[in-house]
């Protein structure tokens, strides 16, 4: 079975600082991987995702991720995160069947 | 245009009601799919059609039914209404896995609060 693993259920960070939010998975062969924000009240949207190549994939908003095989990780960062950046964020792993499994999410605050 | 449409967007209603939620898609996808959202934001599949057939029922009371009329719409009816039904449900789309994971694409959601 799959699992995807969001370590941290809060995070706080200050304006201006950089971010980091973990994720971990289990799944025999690779992955395809996404990063998902959804803001207070709203719908899904997407951020980035992986399928293959380049391990550093640039998504939007300012996000980046890197996929680490060897660590089973794709970890989501920002360099420099904005007020509007307070979401959930979600990591959803894909295998070749027809659903996506998602962790449980990170709640990020930004203090100003 | 909306891609990934759902209506309504808030339903509120009574214990033991039944009720439904509409998804449509114009993306051209062939498959869709129910995904649930509870209190604590944990998101999880129940259902997934494609082209019209049922290909993922997740462990879900069978006091939902899910109908796909065309590959274009994905309804979610729910008999008797429960408390523990409250939740934010979102439909998706996209062409079938793995390529479709490139164009998987979800609707706004639909807050269902039964009271």
């Known amino acids: 079975a799959q699992s995807v693993t969001q370590p941290d259920i809060h995070i706080t960070v200050s304006e201006g600082a950089s971010l980091e939010l973990r994720c971990n998975y289990s799944?025999?062969?690779?992955?395809?991987l996404f990063w998902y924000v959804q803001s207070p009240g709203q719908g899904l949207q997407l951020l980035l995702k992986?399928?293959?190549?380049?391990?550093l994939v640039q998504g939007i908003k300012g996000f980046e991720a890197e996929f680490k095989r060897s660590q089973s990780s794709f970890n989501l960062r920002k360099p420099s995160v904005h007020w509007s950046d307070a979401a959930e964020y979600f990591c959803?792993?894909?295998?070749?069947?027809?659903?996506?499994?998602f962790g449980a999410g990170t709640t990020v605050t930004v203090r100003a | 245009d909306t891609a990934v449409s759902q209506t309504p967007k808030y339903l509120v209603t009574q214990m033991g009601n039944d009720k439904s939620i509409k998804c449509e898609q114009n993306?051209?996808?062939?498959?869709m799919y129910w995904y649930k959202q509870d209190s604590k934001k944990f998101l999880k599949i129940m259902f997934s059609?494609?082209?019209?057939?049922?290909?993922i029922n997740e462990t879900v009371p069978n006091r939902f039914s899910p109908k796909s009329p065309d590959k274009a719409h994905l309804n979610l009816h729910i008999n008797s209404l429960e408390l523990g039904d409250s939740a934010v449900y979102f439909c998706?789309?996209?062409?079938?896995?793995?390529?479709?994971?490139?164009?998987?694409?979800f609707g706004s959601g639909t807050r269902l609060t039964v009271v």
């Open positions: 993306l051209g996808h062939d498959t």
């Open positions: 959803a792993v894909g295998r070749n069947d027809y659903k996506l499994s």
């Open positions: 998706a789309s996209s062409q079938a896995p793995p390529t479709g994971y490139r164009g998987y694409t």
């Open positions: 059609y494609n082209n019209k057939e049922l290909i």
């Open positions: 799944y025999g062969a690779t992955p395809y």
């Open positions: 992986y399928f293959s190549g380049d391990t």
